[in-house]
């Protein structure tokens, strides 16, 4: 296999990269981007009111990012979500690992698209150790003038592959300057979108406080909060069955390569002679790239 192709999720978008996007998201059944539904708040998060975050006059990301952080925590349990107890989640700042959700993906017989980046922060159940293994949310902050549609949306689909590949259950992707706020999640055969800006599209414009109200339903009644969640497992919750089904294909072509390595190595051990056999074996063993999730890619940082 050729010598992987690379995009970093914060290069400017091209053509090229546009199109190897478009190209995983298909190999995901995934058949294109739709306006979000809302589900029924319960009558407790439906009282719930926001709390904007005041941006200084000097809009600077880097400089905001912790109070971002310790802003939208504190709104979101403030909407009832369960932080750093058992049976709840933990919020953990992650830009430090700016390559914490790069992922290879075969997008031909002879070619693989390398997708190179990190995130700002996560969210992931509570006795969970190795983060990138059982996402719940995945956020990026951005200044106010950085968050539109049209510029997040490339990054934001590909945050969303990189959960789809690394975790094994589905997370929603939000991108926020803790003003407004663009969410994606997995549904179906498609990804849903939400937003709550004035200048983007009509279809899945919600209110910031539905927005806030829908991240905080998503943790509370519909994710799993089983450390060990397995999307092949029948006992999955009821609402999240509608999200499974883009992670079990990303899920699949991993189990393709597997297969079509093991093919291989059967081929190689017809082979006459011991000798030949082992070197076409080490041959095969030392050109297969494991796919993403076998073991755990880049050490420590991934530990918590």
Not at 50 to 59: M, V
Not at 189 to 206: E, K, N, V, W, Y
Not at 269 to 278: H, N
Request: net charge negative.
């Amino acid at each position: 296999m050729s010598a992987a192709v690379r995009f970093a999720f914060t290069d400017s978008d091209s053509t090229q990269k546009r199109a190897a996007v478009d190209s995983v998201l298909k190999g995901c059944n995934i058949k294109g981007v739709v306006g979000g539904e809302l589900p029924t708040f319960k009558k407790e998060l439906r009282a719930k009111r926001y709390q904007q975050y005041h941006w200084p006059r000097t809009k600077r990301e880097d400089v905001e990012a912790p109070k971002l952080f310790d802003h939208l925590k504190a709104q979101l349990a403030a909407f009832g979500v369960p932080f750093d107890k058992p049976q709840g989640f933990r919020m953990l700042d992650v830009h430090v690992n700016r390559d914490a959700l790069t992922f290879d993906y075969p997008i031909a017989d002879d070619k693989v698209v390398q997708f190179a980046g990190g995130t700002d922060a996560v969210v992931y159940p509570y006795n969970v150790i190795s983060w990138h293994m059982q996402l719940r949310v995945v956020i990026n902050w951005k200044t106010p003038k950085a968050l539109t549609v049209d510029l997040v949306d490339v990054q934001a689909k590909l945050e969303l592959l990189c959960a789809l590949s690394k975790s094994n259950h589905p997370a929603l992707v939000v991108f926020t300057d803790d003003v407004n706020f663009i969410i994606y999640q997995p549904f179906k055969s498609a990804l849903r979108m939400f937003h709550t800006l004035q200048s983007g599209p009509d279809d899945g414009r919600i209110s910031v406080d539905e927005a806030v109200r829908f991240i905080a339903h998503y943790l509370k009644s519909v994710c799993s909060r089983e450390q060990l969640f397995d999307p092949e497992d029948n006992t999955a919750p009821a609402a999240l069955k509608d999200q499974i089904a883009a992670l079990l294909a990303m899920k699949k072509r991993k189990h393709d390569e597997v297969d079509a390595l093991a093919d291989q190595l059967a081929v190689d051990e017809e082979l006459p002679t011991s000798g030949e056999q082992f070197a076409a074996m080490y041959e095969t063993l030392s050109a297969w790239k494991p796919p993403e999730g076998w073991g755990v890619p880049g050490g420590l940082p991934y530990f918590v």
